[in-house]
């Protein structure tokens, strides 16, 4: 069954760092070569923060990307969610800086935390807050500044992350919305396999490695994201009466070109129907979806009215699928 939505996504922008890292810079900094990178996850190029460029910094430009692109758009807005694992500070959050910056008033704004699958859990919240009437205009921004957290030393994980932001508009919208169903959960006892230590330095008593950085068993978690997400979009297609020729494009999390294919492969999805964002910008995290929609917008493929599976999924772990329709007209009207 289809469920109720009445809100739209009516609005997109992004931003990437300056700075370039190829896979033949990472050749002069740990044990590895371009092509044993692009074999094992499709990654060519990321881009990085500067030393004195953080998370904040990348969403508000982000921010302003959307408005230059649709002038008016956040007129009237009155929420501000932001999803993040690397945020500025522990609080005030970034979508307070967020507010801060442009001085909205008379605004709500929080920090969500679902590492790679905070752009959809950003938007399903988003979509429950309108369609319940509590809101009416809801700004999401998935902002990461991986590479402050990344091993460099690990040369099988120190090879996959980058920096980058995007922001996507929700809006009340009774007669065009966007949103048509949703899978969701969540399988706790995986979260040894991919985490970063904070307060504490232990999981469920298990002594943990990391030191503040990114610690990955990327065997562990291919496995678990190549069998659940196909079910995943099974049960979105089923819940929505639709089939897989129904849907235009597929998005998933970018975390690695392999894992995608896997997915498609197991899923029936042919791989050219997938966007990402993996190939020049490494896995961004909860930013990967967003970054991947505007590259589809920006090379003309993406068009309003299409039909999404929107994918994220990551540690925790944790995921949220949404089947959706393309809410962004080419004015941001």
Not at 26 to 52: A, C, F, N, P, Y
Not at 173 to 195: C, E, M, N, W
Not at 250 to 268: D, L, Q, T, W, Y
């Given at each position: 069954?289809?469920?109720?939505?009445?809100?739209?996504?009516?609005?997109?922008?992004?931003?990437?760092?300056?700075?370039?890292?190829?896979?033949?810079?990472?050749?002069?900094?740990?044990?590895?070569?371009?092509?044993?990178?692009?074999?094992?996850?499709?990654?060519?190029?990321?881009?990085?923060?500067?030393?004195?460029?953080?998370?904040?910094?990348?969403?508000?430009?982000?921010?302003?990307?959307?408005?230059?692109?649709?002038?008016?758009?956040?007129?009237?807005?009155?929420?501000?969610?932001?999803?993040?694992?690397?945020?500025?500070?522990?609080f005030p959050s970034t979508a307070c800086q967020i507010q801060d910056h442009f001085g909205w008033t008379d605004i709500g704004a929080f920090d969500l935390n679902a590492t790679c699958a905070g752009l959809t859990y950003g938007l399903h919240t988003?979509?429950?807050?309108?369609?319940?009437?509590?809101?009416?205009?809801?700004?999401?921004?998935?902002?990461?500044?991986?590479?402050?957290?990344?091993?460099?030393?690990?040369?099988?994980?120190?090879?996959?992350?980058?920096?980058?932001?995007?922001?996507?508009?929700?809006?009340?919208?009774?007669?065009?919305?966007?949103?048509?169903?949703?899978?969701?959960?969540?399988?706790?006892?995986?979260?040894?396999?991919?985490?970063?230590?904070?307060?504490?330095?232990?999981?469920?008593?298990?002594?943990?490695?990391?030191?503040?950085?990114?610690?990955?068993?990327?065997?562990?978690?291919?496995?678990?994201?190549?069998?659940?997400i196909p079910e995943g979009i099974k049960l979105l297609l089923e819940q929505a009466q639709m089939k897989l020729e129904d849907i235009d494009?597929?998005?998933?999390?970018?975390?690695?070109?392999?894992?995608?294919?896997?997915?498609?492969?197991?899923?029936?999805?042919?791989?050219?129907?997938?966007?990402?964002?993996?190939?020049?910008?490494?896995?961004?995290?909860?930013?990967?979806?967003?970054?991947?929609?505007?590259?589809?917008?920006?090379?003309?493929?993406?068009?309003?009215?299409?039909?999404?599976?929107?994918?994220?999924?990551?540690?925790?772990?944790?995921?949220?699928?949404?089947?959706?329709?393309?809410?962004?007209?080419?004015?941001?009207?």
């Amino acid at each position: 069954m289809k469920t109720l939505s009445k809100a739209r996504i009516s609005a997109i922008g992004t931003y990437v760092p300056e700075k370039r890292l190829t896979n033949e810079d990472l050749e002069k900094i740990v044990d590895t070569s371009d092509e044993w990178i692009v074999q094992r996850t499709g990654m060519k190029e990321r881009r990085l923060t500067s030393e004195q460029e953080f998370t904040s910094d990348l969403c508000i430009k982000a921010v302003e990307n959307l408005q230059n692109r649709y002038p008016g758009a956040l007129d009237g807005l009155d929420m501000i969610i932001v999803s993040t694992t690397t945020a500025d500070y522990a609080f005030p959050s970034t979508a307070c800086q967020i507010q801060d910056h442009f001085g909205w008033t008379d605004i709500g704004a929080f920090d969500l935390n679902a590492t790679c699958a905070g752009l959809t859990y950003g938007l399903h919240t988003a979509n429950g807050l309108i369609t319940s009437g509590l809101h009416r205009k809801i700004l999401v921004v998935a902002g990461e500044s991986l590479s402050k957290v990344t091993d460099y030393t690990d040369r099988t994980s120190c090879v996959l992350f980058g920096d980058g932001a995007g922001a996507l508009l929700v809006e009340r919208d009774d007669s065009s919305p966007s949103f048509i169903t949703f899978v969701q959960g969540t399988k706790g006892d995986g979260a040894r396999h991919l985490y970063r230590t904070g307060l504490r330095s232990d999981l469920k008593g298990e002594e943990l490695a990391g030191a503040g950085k990114m610690v990955q068993n990327g065997r562990e978690v291919y496995k678990w994201a190549a069998r659940s997400i196909p079910e995943g979009i099974k049960l979105l297609l089923e819940q929505a009466q639709m089939k897989l020729e129904d849907i235009d494009w597929f998005v998933p999390h970018s975390a690695n070109m392999r894992m995608v294919e896997s997915i498609c492969e197991k899923a029936g999805i042919p791989v050219e129907k997938a966007l990402t964002s993996v190939e020049w910008f490494g896995n961004t995290s909860s930013a990967s979806i967003v970054l991947a929609l505007d590259e589809a917008v920006k090379h003309d493929k993406l068009k309003e009215g299409d039909t999404l599976i929107l994918y994220g999924f990551g540690g925790g772990f944790t995921y949220t699928g949404l089947l959706a329709k393309w809410g962004v007209s080419a004015s941001g009207k």
